[in-house]
C-alpha cells in the first residue's frame, strides 16, 4: 500500500494551462479506471474534482480535466485562475478493496 | 443536502482509547459504503478504512489494522470508528467521506481532531 506519487509543487500564470501527474502500479492506477482527485484549499475541507479517471462531478467547471496513460494520471487545469491555488491529490482504489492517495501538490498560481 | 458531522476526537495519551462517530443526513446511508480519511497537521491525505452499505465488508489500511475498527448501525444512520492502542503518529484530522460516485469519495465531513500525547 504506497502512496501514490506526484510532484511537491507546480505553478503556472494566469491563463496557462499546467498538469499535475500521479503514478501508481498496475495494481492500483494501471489496473483499474478508479482514480479520483481532491482540491483542497488551506484550512478547507477537500473536494472532489474528477472521478473514473476523467469524469466531473456537477458543478466542477470545464477548465478541469483527467486522463490517463499506463500506470500515470494526470490532472490539467487550463485557464489557471487565482482561486485555482490549492493542494491537489490523487487516488485510486484497488482491486483488494484499498485506497492509496497521492502526497500531494501544491499548485501556484503566479 | 448532505452533510456528513464526525464528532469524538480529543486528546488522548498513547496506548488510549476513542471512538469517533460520524452522522450522515440527506442521503439513504444504507445504501452508500463509507469510509475514514486522515490528515496530520500540515501533512497530506491518508486512507483508513471502507465499510459497505450492509455493514457486511470492512477493509483497512496496513498501518492500522488490528487497531482500528470501522463499524455502522444503520438504524441510528451513524458511522463510527474505533480507536485502540493509539500512537503519536495517529495524531491527525479524522474525516468521514461517502464512496457515492465509483471509487472516489463524493462528499467530505467537517473532520475531528484526534491528538496523541502524553
Known amino acids: 500500500q504506497s502512496a501514490l506519487t506526484q510532484p511537491p509543487s507546480a505553478s503556472g500564470s494566469p491563463g496557462q494551462s499546467v498538469a499535475i501527474s500521479c503514478t501508481g502500479t498496475s495494481s492500483d492506477v494501471g489496473g483499474y479506471n478508479y482514480v479520483s482527485w481532491y482540491q483542497q484549499h488551506p484550512g478547507k475541507v477537500p473536494k472532489l474534482i474528477i472521478y473514473?479517471?476523467?469524469k466531473r462531478p456537477s458543478g466542477v467547471p470545464d477548465r478541469f480535466s483527467g486522463s490517463k496513460s499506463g500506470n500515470t494520471a494526470s490532472l490539467t487545469v487550463s485557464g489557471l485562475q487565482a482561486e485555482d491555488e490549492a493542494d491537489y491529490y490523487c487516488?485510486?482504489?484497488?482491486?483488494?478493496?484499498?485506497?492509496?492517495f497521492g502526497g500531494g501538490t501544491k499548485l501556484t498560481v503566479l | 443536502e448532505v452533510q456528513l458531522v464526525e464528532s469524538g476526537g480529543g486528546l488522548v495519551q498513547p496506548g488510549g482509547s476513542l471512538r469517533l462517530s460520524c452522522a450522515p443526513s440527506?442521503?439513504?446511508?444504507?445504501?452508500?459504503?463509507m469510509h475514514w480519511v486522515r490528515q496530520a497537521p500540515g501533512k497530506g491525505l491518508v486512507w483508513v478504512s471502507r465499510i459497505t452499505g450492509d455493514g457486511s465488508s470492512t477493509s483497512y489500511a496496513d498501518f492500522v489494522k488490528g487497531r482500528f475498527t470501522i463499524s455502522r448501525d444503520n438504524a441510528r444512520d451513524t458511522l463510527y470508528l474505533q480507536l485502540n492502542s493509539l500512537r503519536v503518529e495517529d495524531t491527525a484530522v479524522y474525516y468521514c467521506?461517502?464512496?457515492?460516485?465509483?471509487?472516489?469519495?463524493?462528499?467530505w465531513g467537517q473532520g475531528t481532531l484526534v491528538t496523541v500525547s502524553s
Open positions: 487516488s485510486s482504489s484497488t482491486g483488494d478493496n484499498i485506497w492509496v
Open positions: 440527506g442521503f439513504t446511508f444504507s445504501s452508500y459504503w
Open positions: 473514473e479517471v476523467s
Open positions: 467521506t461517502r464512496g457515492g460516485l465509483v471509487g472516489a469519495h463524493d462528499y
